[in-house]
């Protein structure tokens, strides 16, 4: 069965970096796009980023406007795997960040900006 587990949260100053992972298993990796979403405590889960399949897609990417320029989402099919690396975080980046691929969704990473 289709299963992506993310890793790398944690807790970081504002200005700060991580980078978050996600394993993928289950279906067809380099075929479907990946995306990352992020929920806040008291707010609806929302899109942060999206790489598309290495097919007709060409692996195009696509970020939320609050994050464009400071978040970049990557891919390496051969290990299935999906990146977000995050940069210039902010306390309003603090959040459970959420994989999710072929429909499905995984268990979430907390990150959380704070000094």
């Known amino acids: 069965q289709v299963q992506l587990v993310e890793s790398g949260g944690g807790l970081v100053q504002p200005g700060g970096s991580l980078r978050l992972s996600c394993a993928a298993s289950g279906f067809t990796f380099s075929t479907y796009a990946m995306s990352w979403y992020r929920q806040a405590p008291g707010k609806e889960r929302e899109w942060v980023a999206t790489v598309g399949s290495t097919g007709s897609s060409g692996g195009t990417k696509g970020y939320a406007n609050s994050v464009k320029g400071r978040f970049t989402i990557s891919r390496d099919n051969a290990k299935n795997m999906v990146y977000l690396q995050m940069n210039g975080l902010k306390a309003d980046d603090t959040a459970v960040y959420y994989c999710?691929?072929?429909?499905?969704w995984g268990q979430g990473t907390q990150v959380t900006v704070s000094s």
């Open positions: 999710r691929g072929s429909s499905s």
